[in-house]
């Protein structure tokens, strides 16, 4: 079965500390992978891709296909990064995505 | 732009109503989606369509059923709303063809059913 497992519902950090979220995924295949972000009062939005090797908002996110994970990171929080953060991971040619249960993001001043 | 319209964003309703959640795109998606989102559950997938009146079962599809009599607007039902059908629930459009995996999403609907 796919499975897709955020282990953290709440990460807090300190604004200029690292961030890591963490992400990791049981899939049959090579599925894509992919970051979305919900900030307060705003629709669920496509932060970054895994195929796209793109650095968005500061965040990076790689794909280890060893330990079948898909951690998102940023080395220095800031408040506005505060937000809830869902991995997704796709098959069926992208159609088809399965989010990750989230983790809410606080950085604080 | 990309414009995923939700019609209702707030509803109250009772135990045993049907409930109609409407939802339109504005960019020729042929790709619509029906989630529901709740705290520590995530978002999960209730319906989906590829096409005008095609419809595909999702993670949770019971107690659901879904419209898609035009490309634009994908409606989500409850035939008769229970209370743990109490929930956000989100629309979303995709492209078919080059699809990147980005799905535009609706403001959201939050419907309580007392």
């Known amino acids: 079965a796919q499975r897709v497992t955020q282990p953290e519902k709440l990460l807090s950090v300190f604004k200029g500390a690292p961030v890591e979220l963490k992400c990791n995924y049981s899939?049959?295949?090579?599925?894509?992978l992919f970051w979305y972000v919900q900030y307060s009062r705003q629709r669920l939005q496509l932060l970054l891709r895994?195929?796209s090797r793109e650095s968005i908002k500061g965040f990076t996110a790689d794909l280890n296909k060893g330990e079948t994970s898909f951690h998102l990171k940023k080395p220095f929080a800031q408040e506005e990064d505060s937000a809830m953060y869902y991995c997704a991971p796709s098959s069926s040619g992208y159609s088809t995505l399965t989010f990750g249960k989230g983790t809410m993001l606080l950085v604080s001043p | 732009d990309v414009k995923v319209t939700q019609s209702s964003r707030y509803l109250v309703k009772r135990t045993g109503e049907k409930v109609f959640l409407e939802c339109v795109q504005d960019m020729d998606h042929e790709n619509m989606f029906w989630y529901r989102q709740d705290p520590g559950l995530g978002l999960r997938l209730i319906y989906f369509s590829y096409d005008v009146k095609m419809k595909e079962k999702g993670d949770i599809p019971e107690g659901y059923s879904v419209s898609r009599e035009k490309k634009e607007r994908f409606s989500l039902i409850l035939e008769s709303a229970s209370t743990n059908q109490t929930s956000m629930y989100l629309c979303?459009?995709?492209?078919?063809?080059?699809?990147?995996?980005?799905?535009?999403f609706g403001e959201g609907s939050r419907l309580t059913v007392l």
């Open positions: 895994h195929i």
């Open positions: 899939y049959s295949g090579s599925p894509e």
């Open positions: 979303a459009s995709s492209p078919l063809d080059g699809n990147t995996g980005e799905l535009f």
